[in-house]
């Protein structure tokens, strides 16, 4: 009774989102062409600097020197990707709670750039940062390989929730880190279901487009993922994390 009861749930939290996906998708679009946009930016930085590098290391096996400008640019343009795609991560999460709520969704979204996304911005970062750091001091080190990989699927496990927490609960940073760690280990199979729905979608779209226009398929992943498959993960994400108010079953 309780796996059939707990599989009803899970079915439930896919129907919710699914429909308030398909009832809101303009006002995703117009929230989520600001995330494409910064998926792009890493990928115009790195095109004259890090693949021309990457060619050096091949012919030559060191590296040239950066300056102090091109490390600045570099860090500038990587940051202001993560903000927007945290502040895009808000304005969804803020759309799903105006709904609930009854409030108004301009005012919010407002509200969000100052608030919300700076929040999920700052907690973000830390995790880039952590990441960057745990790389710098393992490196060459063997046991890199799958403890890096660990590393960044607990951590990212444990904070999963944070967004939902920082707009659904307006909580702060400390507070969001510390509802998302109880929600992850209160309910653990919810990441791992979302990751396993993220990689089908992501997969399936990969798959199809290799298929129906191989020539074009990276471009075009690219985009149906951001301006599509994100939106609906995120919407299933915040879903998921109501789950521990009465009021969302």
Do not use: C
């Amino acid at each position: 009774m309780l796996g059939m009861e707990s599989s009803n749930r899970i079915v439930q939290l896919f129907r919710y989102s699914t429909d308030f996906y398909f009832r809101k998708l303009p006002q995703l679009l117009v929230f989520s062409i600001p995330m494409l946009i910064a998926l792009l930016i890493p990928l115009l930085v790195a095109t004259p600097t890090f693949v021309s590098l990457g060619a050096v290391v091949m012919r030559t096996g060191s590296l040239p020197e950066l300056t102090i400008g091109d490390i600045a640019f570099t860090a500038f343009a990587y940051a202001l990707s993560l903000f927007i795609i945290a502040d895009a991560i808000a304005n969804i999460n803020i759309l799903i709670k105006s709904k609930r709520t009854m409030t108004s969704l301009s005012s919010q979204v407002i509200a969000a750039l100052s608030t919300y996304g700076l929040r999920i911005f700052y907690i973000y970062t830390i995790m880039m940062l952590m990441f960057a750091i745990f790389q710098l001091l393992t490196f060459e080190q063997p046991f890199q390989t799958w403890l890096y990989p660990l590393l960044m699927f607990l951590l990212s496990a444990l904070l999963f929730f944070v967004a939902p927490a920082i707009v659904i609960d307006d909580a702060p940073v400390q507070h969001a880190i510390s509802h998302s760690i109880r929600a992850s280990l209160g309910r653990p199979r919810m990441f791992l279901i979302w990751t396993v729905t993220g990689f089908l979608l992501v997969s399936a779209v990969r798959l199809l487009l290799g298929v129906v226009v191989p020539s074009l398929a990276s471009p075009l992943t690219l985009i149906i993922n951001a301006l599509f498959i994100l939106p609906f993960l995120i919407i299933l994400q915040t879903q998921m994390y109501m789950e521990k108010y009465p009021m969302a079953h």
